[in-house]
């Protein structure tokens, strides 16, 4: 069981990234898959979850119609699409699955893959 997160970079505030999450070993479909990031001196947050058993989402209040999580088809990997970029949310972004129950908490999630950078310039 692998994950694998990419798709980070380095952005004008303003700007859209897209990251990608892909399962090495198995799919998805049982899973809730978060989107967690860590910037410097700050502790771990969850930026938002996708249930594929029923579809359901969940963002943090500070993306909140920035950020757009999905799906593909194949089941095997979610992608998190974040438009108007702002330097807060500058930061390391993890994608890791777990039980599919509503919570953004670390600790909930089994598998991890490593991280992303992101970077949005003022």
């Known amino acids: 069981v692998q994950l694998q997160a990419s798709g980070g970079g380095l952005v004008q505030a303003g700007g859209s990234l897209r990251l990608s999450c892909a399962a090495f070993?198995?799919?998805?479909?049982?899973?809730?898959i978060g989107w967690f990031r860590q910037a410097p001196g700050k502790e771990r947050e969850g930026v938002s979850q996708?249930?594929?058993?029923?579809?359901?989402?969940y963002y943090a209040d500070s993306v909140k119609g920035r950020f757009t999580i999905s799906s593909g088809a194949a089941k095997n990997t979610v992608y998190l699409q974040m438009n108007n970029l702002k330097p807060e949310d500058t930061a390391v972004y993890y994608c890791?699955?777990?039980?599919?129950?509503?919570?953004?908490?670390?600790?909930?999630?089994?598998?991890w893959g490593q991280g992303t950078q992101v970077t949005v310039s003022s």
């Open positions: 070993g198995f799919t998805f479909a049982n899973y809730g």
């Open positions: 996708l249930r594929n058993s029923d579809g359901r989402t």
């Open positions: 890791a699955a777990g039980i599919p129950i509503a919570t953004m908490m670390p600790g909930l999630y089994a598998y």
